[in-house]
């Protein structure tokens, strides 16, 4: 045997040869597996070849040439496996048994002969996970998890109780919320709050448009030389701030470089000042100067042109005078400023007033 059918041999690749015509003598083939591949076939052949080889040697007479023929068989992934054919004279019935076994098992598939394996499936690249359709949170994010319901929220809102409304406060809360107010920008510079000062159950109520420096200083208004000149002329009236007299201004802040207030900071300090007057419950109400004129009544006239009349704010007659920083500015209006509380008194004395014989 050459040395390439030996290595084709060992690999179970080898032909097999398979001689017709053996004896009914001659040992049978055995059963082979079909988990023993060609490998256990060619073995199986070369026992079957033993017999025949011996009877040729004993024998004087040349055998007849054997006639070799290829039997296909299915599924050949191998070459295709040689029969030799011997004369149909020398064929036995238990030889022609042993063929037909022996062709059954080449010509059977050779997945049935050799053990399935699965091909390897290809290996696809890798891809990147898609992003997905919504903004998902991050997988470190845990209130992802969270499961609670959409009116915890709500709920938490309600749990902080809103500030009471400035029309139900008392007068202790309503001077804390003036003195904690943040609502315009006047108290980014402001040094104090101005609330008021007086008698909270006066008939007389005098209102001015904003502190100055001394009153932001102090935290009360009318004070320094205007303050000086307005004690006097309610003297004059048997009037005095601390006993029958609430004094408050339009706002309770300081405008910088004492300025104009803006409408945005009248507007959001006006709410003090409607409860402080509802608070009182004043008979009169004397506007003191041109802002202050102006902001009660809501108008753009001048003040020359609201005195001497008698207006209305909040149900509260208003008798509209000059400021008295303005009178230590001008001396000839000090008179026309006493024009002015006259009728403020005539006015008081007409909605009730008491006589100041009987005054506080």
Known sequence: MALHESVLEEFGLAPLWVRRGMSAAQEPVAEVSLEQGAGALANQAARLDEPRVAAREASPAAPEPERRQAVPVAGASRPATLVSEAPQSDAGPAQEQIQEQVQRRMQAPAEARQPTKQPPQPSQPSRAPEPPAFDAPPDDDFAWFDDQPA????????????????????????????????????????????????????????????????EDRLGEPFVGQAGKLLDNMLRSLLLARDSNVYIANVIKCRPPGNRNPEQDEVARCEPYLQRQVALVKPKLIVALGRFAAQSLLRTEASISSLRGRVHEYEGVPVIVAYHPAYLLRSLPDKAKAWADLCLARDTWLAAGGVPSSAAK
């Open 151 to 214: 009116h915890a929220s709500v709920k938490a809102r309600h749990e902080t109780p809103e500030p009471a409304a400035v029309q139900t406060l008392d007068w202790d809360a309503l001077s804390e919320r003036v003195a904690n107010c943040e609502l315009c920008r006047l108290c980014e510079k402001r040094t104090n709050t101005v609330f008021g000062v007086g008698d909270r159950n006066a008939d007389w109520m005098l209102i001015g448009e904003a502190p100055g420096e001394n």
